[in-house]
T-cell receptor
Framework: DGGITQSPKYLFRKEGQNVTLSCEQNLNHDAMYWYRQDPGQGLRLIYYSQIVNDFQKGDIAEGYSVSREKKESFPLTVTSAQKNPTAFYLC??????????????FGPGTRLTVT | QKEVEQNSGPLSVPEGAIASLNCTYSDRGSQSFFWYRQYSGKSPELIMSIYSNGDKEDGRFTAQLNKASQYVSLLIRDSQPSDSATYLCAVIQGYSSASKIIFGSGTRLSIRP
């Protein structure tokens, strides 16, 4: 059963703490992405990775960090430097090597609340 | 000007009617176009992709692309209450593996009984 998993579904943290969100995929996709969605807003790209051990900043990377040590995994750390971390975080993957379609498939998301 | 623009809605359509969702984009180099459906509190689900001018049909859904007008639309025939959701338009500029997908803010669709 192929897909993208994100854990946990809900996460609560105190202000000033770093927190790491998990994203795993078994679709054998090379590219993975992290987005943030705020209520009533579209998706904003935080970081993306097209290959293991390489990643690029998206539009709102400040206060976030990522790693890509394995093809299947792309964890996102929300650091204490992120001013407004409360949001819905979505991980996605795609297979750009399969042609110029780049369809992205999303995990179920993690809803982070920081108080 | 936003790169991908959608009317935020809500768009209210009676059950059984055709719902028409529209999206415009600013980059003429855009090559790939997608429609995602997002239920409240859930993640986006890919429902249609289109790459060339014209219509593409899949069940009750039809995507229409007009690159000259920089316009892509989604038609939902025989609208059902289960179609009530936010629909996100997404666009990829170019064929490069470095191309990023740009999302619109979404149109909220409500199907009334």
């Amino acid at each position: 059963d192929g897909g993208i998993t994100q854990s946990p579904k809900y996460l609560f943290r105190k202000e000033g703490q770093n927190v790491t969100l998990s994203c795993e995929q078994n679709l054998n996709h090379d590219a993975m992405y992290w987005y943030r969605q705020d209520p009533g807003q579209g998706l904003r790209l935080i970081y993306y990775s097209q290959i293991v051990n390489d990643f690029q900043k998206g539009d709102i990377a400040e206060g976030y960090s990522v790693s890509r040590e394995k093809k299947e995994s792309f964890p996102l750390t929300v650091t204490s430097a992120q001013k407004n971390p409360t949001a819905f975080y979505l991980c996605a993957s795609s297979a750009p090597d399969r042609g110029p379609t780049y369809e992205q498939y999303f995990g179920p998301g993690t809803r982070l609340t920081v108080t | 000007q936003k790169e991908v623009e959608q009317n935020s809605g809500p768009l209210s359509v009676p059950e059984g009617a055709i719902a028409s969702l529209n999206c415009t984009y600013s980059d003429r180099g855009s090559q790939s176009f997608f429609w995602y459906r997002q239920y409240s509190g859930k993640s986006p689900e890919l429902i249609m992709s289109i790459y060339s001018n014209g219509d593409k049909e899949d069940g009750r859904f039809t995507a229409q692309l007009n690159k000259a007008s920089q316009y892509v639309s989604l038609l939902i025939r025989d609208s059902q209450p289960s179609d009530s959701a936010t629909y996100l338009c997404a666009v990829i500029q170019g064929y490069s593996s470095a191309s990023k997908i740009i999302f619109g803010s979404g149109t909220r669709l409500s199907i009334r009984p």
